[in-house]
């Protein structure tokens, strides 16, 4: 009886209470999944699993709707452990074993397992990978995942789910499964922690329990617990990955660094962080192993569909909105993973482009700082797991089905370039009209996405657009990018000025810097701080106003209350001092900055008078040039400004003010002496014009010259490069004869490999390629049924791989073929009875070098059945000619004996090798030479095919006188068209 799953009732959620802990803190779950064989696996595994381990182990077995389940009944005779069916809403208890009931997809939210109808994909169900994707968000960095024997690849992206999610993950050992599908792909994906049989699991799901957790920090309700670890241990492993790989984390997210530390740890079985370097430092090879742990490569074809729709209804139609057909479309990928998001991107263009995708030029660039998953994009491999989702009419365009599962088509793959490239420490690339960084930025820090959000602003051409995953936004970067599309994160660049201080190689600032490295460096300054405060105070109050201004005279610094003598002037915004400075102080600056440029000395003018206001100010003006200790850098000049406060004439010695004629003379004098300052002054300033222009002529004079001679060498450059011009063009027409023949070439080798691999699936011989190392270099589809061999078995050598046929000495046999250049050919059963004749030869590169072997397995079953079946028929004949009593003859197409049975010698007393061979007229010297006898087999049988009782008298030499009855039938083969005579001879001499 079928059982209908119930509907899923979502648990009611409950407030936390004070110091309750959260479901991952609570204990771990173990998610198994398993198929075909899996019950032997599963029971060999909870036998060997101790009951109190403090985990919660969920079984997820694929099992049949139409009957009932007996699985718990099973498992309970093999644990100690309560065996639970799965139930709505059931919360997991540590120390129990949960089955799933048949016909239902299982999930886990909230610590309690969920029921619902399976959802069914181009792949069929894939419930264990529901469960262990269900379980890596409920617990991300405590899960553990188990794939267990079965047919398929389902599991394999549950796996890659926990393996990201900071979870450990373990599969059983090929050779030890009774179906060794499932676990061979998850091997293959690469997300695998431990390959062991059965009884291992249990004993390495045994030492992780018993390790002992990571103290947790206090945290808000909720919220993901936040591992103690302490800081400097911490910054030394972020030394030695930065030495090793050349990759600085100090700035990735700390909770995604505690996860992946947590993680390794519990792999390495060490308690604490200091233990980890202990073991880092005897082992170097952790630290690759913690690196790649690091680089979560979190990515799927078609990663939210929605996102890519609206590339086509939003963003394509912009970027092709009256576009030149001759410039490329210039894409960038950062952070592209294992390529998935590469190809999706390319593959929704060259949808949305249609028919005139093939008249676009398209440069796609993709970059990840790991350079294992960059030659995986490159090589653009998938398994079936990873296409699962795609729909049948995608799979058939862009993609080719291969040994390994589906490669990208190479019409896509010949558009993208693939680096290593680290996205905060190299240049970037530029002119783009789409970025796509999706999931990148949530795993960096703050002070890392402050810096690689204006990279991306440079590279992005004008209306350019950028998309974000679907948890991250461009933050305090929002002056640069505008929001287009809110929920699937699509920005486009504004038409902003780039942050002055943006570069592309990263160096750590002193706000950037650890707590702990900011305090040792605090401590040591916090002295001289004060004392820059101090003085910046002393200056602020009794210095005089003043500007540093550069060689060309942009000031650089304001110092005071610069007001009185400078202010901006209307129109377009300036620095310049020149133009800053206030009517009548122009001049006398230009003199005084020219003379302390000219001297190198300080430039002091006293006596000036400032216009504006009531009354000219007096005022007093120093130039000091400021020198650098660093060679390369420009002068500086320290501008200062200082009023003189001029004191009231002093009254007279009766008391009385001078008269007016007396003041009136005195008024003029100063005047008179002022237009003699200010006409020596312009006196001054004439000469330094002058100087100046001398100067300049002298300048523009060299300057002549040296064009001059300039122009005369371009004009000889200019020659040679002419000439090189046409080497180039002469180069570039051999280079195009040379690209057409290559590929003309191309195509030709493209069609022979694919005529070689039709001619390869069509043969139905299983052929195994072997190099000298013994390694299997490629194998034909007829080898992979019958020596179950996968994709993964490429690269391995013939001692790592477990063969379906019995050949334990084949390793020497392929050892002899490759010395002795010879043809083994032998005749092998498989443990089926099934016959095979295994042949193997060297294999020959086309230099005639000896480059390995190959093997071939030819199916002689049916032969061989053909064989012993005519040897039984052979035997069952000649048995009865044997024991026949009267004398029998088999004569061939010329009367020539070809077997006699023994009755014939006895009868008429001749020997054996008197009889065979010879023709029946010469038997016994002639005495069967009898004309009745010829003319019955040369001229009655042919005619008859048959007699029957023929009677016929005859006198022998040595037996005397016969009357014999004589019966014989003429036979042809079908196959051979031989013609054969059987004759027998009854003796009736006695009869009445």
Same mark, same amino acid.
């Not at 905060?424 to 690339?429: A, G």
């Not at 200019?718 to 004869?737: F, G």
């Not at 498989?830 to 095979?836: A, E, I, L, P, V």
């Given at each position: ?6 509907s ?17 803190e609570?204990?771990?779950?173990v ?14 595994l ?18 049949s709707?139409?009957?009932e ?9 093999a644990?100690a452990m ?5 139930t ?13 009931p048949?016909g ?15 959802v ?13 994707t ?18 398929g690849?389902?599991g ?8 990201e ?5 373990l ?7 009774h179906?060794d ?25 045994a ?23 302490p ?13 090793a ?5 100090t ?35 952790e630290?690759e ?15 939210d569909?929605?996102?890519f729709?609206?590339?086509?209804q939003?963003?394509f139609?912009e ?20 390529g ?43 398994p ?8 049948p ?24 370039i ?5 996205l ?6 530029s ?6 960084c ?12 402050k ?20 948890s ?6 929002a ?9 699937n ?6 038409n ?22 900011r305090r040792?460096l ?28 550069n ?5 650089l ?8 003598y ?16 206030r ?8 003199a ?10 300080r430039?002091r003018?006293?006596g ?10 007096k ?10 200790a ?13 009023e ?19 003041s ?12 003699? $300052? @200010?006409l020596?002054?312009?006196? %001054?300033? &004439?000469? #330094?014009?002058? /100087? !100046?222009?001398?100067? +300049?002529? *002298?300048? =523009?004079r ?6 001059q001679?300039?122009? $005369? @060498?371009?004009?000889?450059?200019? %020659?040679? &490069?002419? #000439?090189?011009? /046409? !080497?180039?063009?002469? +180069?570039? *027409?051999? =280079? ?5 023949e290559?590929q003309?070439?191309?195509? @030709?080798?493209?069609?022979?490999n694919?005529? &070689? ?10 052929t195994?390629? =072997?190099?000298?190392?013994h390694?299997?270099r490629?194998f ?19 001692r790592e791989?477990?063969?379906? =046929?019995?050949?334990?000495?084949l ?13 083994i ?16 030869r ?27 079946e ?6 069952y ?18 009367l ?14 001749v020997?054996?090798?008197?009889t ?19 003319h ?35 036979l ?13 001879i009854?003796?009736?001499t006695?009869?009445?």
């Open positions: 009886m079928k059982k209908q799953p119930p899923p009732v979502p648990p009611r959620p409950r407030e936390a209470e004070p110091g309750a802990k959260t479901f991952l609570r204990f771990p779950v998610g198994i999944g398993a198929s075909a064989g899996g019950l032997p696996a599963f029971l060999a909870l036998e060997h699993l101790p009951t109190r381990t403090g985990m919660a182990f969920v079984l997820v077995q694929h099992l709707p139409q009957h389940s007996s699985l718990p009944l099973l498992l309970g005779r644990t309560p065996v639970l069916e799965a709505e809403g059931l919360t997991l208890t540590p120390d129990h074993v949960y089955v799933n048949p239902v997809s299982l999930t886990l939210g909230q610590g309690a397992l969920h029921l619902g109808p399976p069914s994909s181009t792949q069929g169900v894939r419930l264990i990978d529901d469960f262990l269900s379980l890596s968000e409920e617990a991300p960095g405590r899960a553990i995942g188990v794939i267990l024997s079965g047919t690849s389902d394999t992206r549950g796996l890659q789910a926990l393996h999610a900071g979870g450990t993950t599969a059983q050992e090929p050779t030890s499964a179906f599908g499932m676990p061979r792909s998850a091997i293959a994906s690469g997300f695998v922690d431990h390959i062991l049989p059965p009884e291992g699991i249990a004993v390495t799901l030492q992780l329990a018993n390790l002992d957790p990571l103290p947790t920090l206090a945290r808000a309700p909720g919220a993901l617990p936040a591992h103690v670890l800081e400097e241990e911490l910054q030394r492993v972020f030394q030695l990955l930065r030495g790989t050349g990759v600085d984390f700035h990735y997210k700390p909770s995604t660094i505690h996860r992946r530390l947590e993680r390794r740890m519990q792999l390495c079985k060490v308690a604490d962080l200091a233990a980890y370097l202990r073991r880092v430092e005897e082992h170097p090879e630290l192993l913690l690196h790649q742990d690091l680089l979560i490569h979190v990515t799927s074809f078609f990663r569909p929605a996102t729709e609206a590339l086509q939003k963003v139609p970027l092709f909105r009256d576009r030149p057909p001759h410039i490329p479309f210039r894409i960038w990928i950062p952070g592209c993973s294992t998935e998001e590469v190809y999706s991107l390319l593959m929704c263009l060259m949808e949305y482009l249609g028919a005139a995708a093939t008249g676009t030029p398209i440069q796609v660039f993709a970059t990840d700082v790991s350079g294992t998953a960059i030659e995986q994009a490159r090589a653009a491999v998938y079936e797991s990873s296409v699962s989702d795609l729909s009419e995608r799979l058939r365009r862009f993609f080719v089905r291969t040994e390994g599962g589906y490669q990208i088509h190479k019409s896509l793959r010949n558009v993208c693939f680096a290593q490239q680290n905060v420490s190299d240049p970037p690339f002119r783009m009209d789409l970025i796509s999706r999931n990148v930025l949530i795993y960096l820090g703050p002070v890392l996405q810096k690689v959000l204006p990279i991306f602003h440079y590279a992005l051409c004008p209306g350019g657009f950028l998309m974000l995953g679907t991250e936004t461009v933050g305090s970067s002056d640069l990018f505008s929001l287009v599309d809110k929920r994160k699509l920005y486009r660049k504004k902003a000025s780039p942050q002055p201080n943006l570069t592309f190689t990263y160096r750590e600032s002193m706000t950037e810097r650890p707590p702990h490295a040792k605090t401590s040591g300054v916090m002295d001289l701080d004060a004392q820059q405060e101090a003085d910046r105070l002393v200056l602020a109050r009794y210095g005089p106003p003043g500007v540093i201004v060689e060309d005279l942009e000031i610094h304001f110092r005071g209350h610069t007001g009185p400078l202010e901006p002037l209307p129109g377009v915004a300036s620095l310049n001092l020149i133009k800053m400075a009517e009548g102080l122009a001049l006398e600056l230009r005084a900055l020219h003379q302390a440029k000219k001297n190198a000395s430039v003018k006293e000036l008078f400032l216009s504006g206001g009531d009354r000219p100010r005022m007093n003006l120093e130039v000091y040039p400021l020198r650098s660093q060679a390369g850098v420009e002068h500086c000049f320290l501008v200062l400004f200082e003189v406060h001029e004191s009231s004439p002093p009254p007279t010695p009766n008391g009385r003010s001078a008269p007016q004629g007396t009136d003379e005195s008024e003029r004098d100063l005047e008179v002496k002022r237009l003699r $300052e @200010e020596l002054l312009t006196q %001054e300033h &004439l000469q #330094t014009i002058t /100087e !100046e222009q001398e100067a +300049t002529y *002298e300048e =523009l060299s300057a002549t010259e040296e064009l001679s300039s122009n $005369e @060498e371009l004009q000889s450059t200019n %020659e040679e &490069l002419e #000439t090189a011009k /046409e !080497e180039l063009q002469s +180069t570039n *027409e051999e =280079l195009i004869t040379v690209n057409e290559l003309n070439r191309n195509h @030709e080798l493209s069609q022979l694919g005529d &070689l691999n039709n001619l390869i699936g069509s043969t139905h011989i299983a195994v390629m =072997l190099g000298n190392d390694r299997i490629r034909t589809p007829m080898a992979e049924e019958v020596l179950k061999l996968s994709a993964a078995d490429i690269g391995r050598s013939l791989v477990k063969l379906a =046929l019995p050949l334990p000495d390793e020497s046999l392929v050892t002899e073929v490759t010395e002795r250049l010879g043809v050919e032998q005749e092998v059963r498989d443990n089926n009875g099934h016959w095979y004749s295994l042949r193997l060297p294999y020959k590169s086309l230099d005639n070098k000896i480059e390995g072997a190959v093997m071939t397995l030819l199916d002689i079953d049916r032969l061989k059945s053909s064989l012993d005519s040897r039984r028929s052979r035997e004949a000649k048995a009865i000619v044997e024991t026949m009593r009267e004398p029998f003859l088999v004569l061939d197409a010329g020539r004996v070809i077997n006699v049975n023994p009755a014939f010698y006895s009868t008429f007393q020997s054996q090798e008197q065979l061979g010879h023709t029946l007229y010469s038997l016994g010297n002639g005495q069967w030479n009898i004309p009745q006898l010829r019955l087999l040369e001229e009655i049988l042919p005619l008859n095919k048959h007699l029957q009782d023929f009677v016929m008298e005859h006198d022998f030499d040595t037996i005397g006188h016969r009357r014999m009855l004589l019966n014989a039938r003429q042809s083969s079908e196959t051979t068209g031989v013609q054969y005579m059987l004759l027998s009854e003796d009736i006695r009869r009445t």
